[in-house]
């Protein structure tokens, strides 16, 4: 089992800025990717980025439409992903979430989108951006 609690988010105005927690516990040996998914009222859960999990180096993913607003890094310390969001407008306002892709599975570039590609999922946390 793999938990993950999200933690980090609020309310902000146009402009600024927010760094979004994920904090891993549980059978952390398993977990492939990490990534960070957010989902608006009446819209898609969307995805975000994605950041291999265990110590080492492995492609890093960001959704292009994100126009490089957001990064994704790792402390592997601290079993913590984070989400640095910068220059948010309205648009961004949704709960984000993030998810645990497990070893075993194919990830790549044409997968790390798909939600079903997760196993397990924090419950969220609400970004709300205000003008």
């Known amino acids: 089992q793999v938990q993950l609690v999200e933690s980090g988010g609020g309310s902000v105005e146009v402009g600024g800025s927010l760094r979004l927690l994920c904090k891993v516990s549980?059978?952390?040996?398993?977990?492939?990717?990490v990534a960070w998914f957010r989902q608006a009222p009446g819209k898609e859960r969307e995805a975000l980025a994605a950041?291999?999990?265990?110590?080492?180096?492995?492609?890093?993913y960001h959704a292009t439409s994100l126009n490089g607003r957001f990064t994704i890094s790792r402390d592997n310390a601290e079993n913590t992903v984070y989400l640095q969001m910068d220059d948010l407008g309205t648009e961004d306002t949704a709960i984000y979430y993030c998810?645990?892709?497990?070893?075993?599975?194919?990830?790549?570039?044409?997968?790390?989108?798909?939600?079903?590609?997760?196993?397990?999922w924090g419950q969220g946390t609400q970004v709300t951006v205000s003008s």
């Open positions: 998810a645990a892709q497990l070893s075993g599975g194919a990830f790549s570039g044409s997968t790390w989108k798909d939600t079903r590609t997760y196993a397990y």
């Open positions: 950041h291999y999990f265990p110590v080492g180096i492995r492609p890093t």
């Open positions: 549980g059978d952390i040996a398993t977990i492939n990717y």
